[in-house]
């Protein structure tokens, strides 16, 4: 009897890699070959399974969508990356804040870093406003969607105070300013900040409780004013706090999304 | 009937029934729970104000006032503290160096004997009284004072404003 020639060399390589223990560990199934294995396949996995295992072909009318959430999720997630980046350099005190990001875009390798960063920034802003745009125009902010849309414009206030926080950052001119004015808004909040109506209420006979020294407004800078304080407390605030929040509630929204049949379905 | 009801939840011998220790330690428990997630709650919000500033003093002494000319407005203090020291003939006051529009620093012009602000184009008289651009009302003035050695002692935490009438008051301005 004739013996079989031997197997190519990439094929016997491959079954040799394919029957080890390492690769039986994490991949634990072969390619699969029904629609039952390939529904499986995405939905228990940990990666794949944050996507549905089949969309309806009304979430790809892209004139009817404009895409402009997805845009402005991968916008964010384009934020993260490059905000990480930008980590590894900058400080957030007032002796290295300026210099710091004029050296991410003349000392430090792919200068742009810090413009990718401001660019996308940008973009998101424009992206959720045409986002917030569509599902108006489309209605899908109707019953049962209504709380979505709620949701949805927490988010918008959340992109915009994360471009507010990040605006600080470069510490020049126009962040210092800028903030200044945004911030001295606090101090008329009613109640709490000492400009505000109703901040005499909260005194003690004359001892003032909400002072200069002890609002709203002092408490978002850590401070009188805008200095070093707030300088640390904006940039906490713009690369841990607001994106924690923002991302629970993106969860919620796509969640959400997804419970009421996909996007842009029917209702 | 409730006497033996109450008899019997008791076990012999003394001691706390199952019954009778779930009724006690439920609410202590819940009520424990409560206490200490408000003022785990609490002792955030303090956290969240700082004790300690790493600012400039709001009260500071400006020397003697005879080291002031008359009717000039001294710009000495305005990079450190914020505050003009303005002496006119018969009293001195000192103007916070705070734009009443939206909060920019001005400058004093003396050429053109006003204080105009870089952000907006606000001007202001000597006295501080808004007469151009977009403030709504006159600059600020800070309680101003003589120390026991002397010196002008000015403190910014003491706010005066003339819309309302307060720089009528004595501590507004110094007569010397």
């Keep these: 009897m004739a013996t079989k ?3 190519p060399f990439l094929t016997r390589t491959w079954d040799y890699i394919t029957e080890t223990q390492i690769w039986k560990s ?10 039952r294995n390939r529904a499986l396949a995405v939905m228990t996995n940990v990666f794949l399974h944050l ?5 309806r072909k009304s979430g790809v009318r892209l004139k009817f969508t404009w895409c402009m959430g997805g845009l402005t999720f991968f916008l964010f997630l384009v934020e993260t990356f490059t905000g990480l980046l930008l980590m590894f350099y900058y400080r957030p005190t007032v002796a290295y804040a300026y210099m710091d990001i004029v050296d991410l875009a003349e000392q430090v390798p792919l200068g742009v870093m810090r413009e990718l960063h ?11 406003w045409l986002h917030m745009f569509r599902v108006f125009m489309t209605g899908s902010y109707k019953p049962p969607r209504e709380f979505n849309w709620n949701v949805g414009v927490i988010l918008l206030v959340l992109t915009l105070l994360l471009s507010f926080t990040g605006y600080l950052l470069p510490w020049d001119q126009l962040a210092v300013w800028a903030i200044t004015v945004g911030s001295n808004m606090a101090r008329a909040t009613p109640l709490l900040g000492h400009e505000g109506p109703g901040s005499q209420l909260l005194a003690l006979g004359d001892v003032k409780m909400v002072h200069a020294g002890s609002d709203a407004r002092f408490a978002l800078l850590g401070g009188r004013f805008v200095g070093e304080g707030a300088l640390l407390r904006f940039y906490v605030l713009h690369c841990v706090g607001i994106p924690l929040v923002a991302g629970i509630l993106m969860a919620i929204h796509f969640w959400r999304v997804r419970k009421d049949g996909g996007i842009s379905g029917p209702v | 009937m409730a006497d033996e009801k109450a008899a019997a939840a008791k076990p012999e011998g003394g001691g ?25 709650l609490v002792a955030t919000a303090r956290f969240l104000f700082p004790n300690v500033l790493f600012e400039p003093p709001q009260s500071f002494k400006a ?3 005879s080291e002031y000319n008359v009717g000039e407005v001294d710009v000495r203090w305005k990079d450190a503290f914020g505050v003009w020291i303005v002496r006119e003939p018969d009293q001195f006051y000192a103007i916070i160096a705070v734009c009443t529009h939206l909060g920019c620093s001005p400058n004093w012009l003396p050429a053109e004997n006003k204080f105009k602000c870089p952000c907006h184009g606000s001007g202001f008289y000597k006295s501080g009284v808004n007469f151009e651009g977009p403030a709504p009302r006159p600059l600020e003035r800070a309680r101003i004072l003589v120390a026991d050695d002397g010196q002008i002692l000015v403190d910014k935490s003491v706010k005066f404003q003339k819309e309302k009438g307060e720089w009528e008051k004595p501590e507004s301005f110094l007569k010397v």
């Design chain 2, 16 to 40: 706390v029934s199952r019954r009778g220790f779930m009724r006690w330690s439920l609410p202590v428990g819940w009520v424990a729970f409560s206490a200490a997630s408000a003022s785990s």
């Design chain 1, 5 to 7: 020639p031997p197997e």
């Design chain 1, 118 to 128: 401001r660019w996308a920034g940008h973009a998101m802003v424009i992206s959720v």
């Design chain 1, 26 to 35: 994490i991949f634990r199934h072969g390619m699969p070959n029904t629609n």
């Design chain 2, 63 to 65: 020397g003697f006032p």
């Design chain 1, 51 to 55: 996507h549905p295992v089949k969309i």
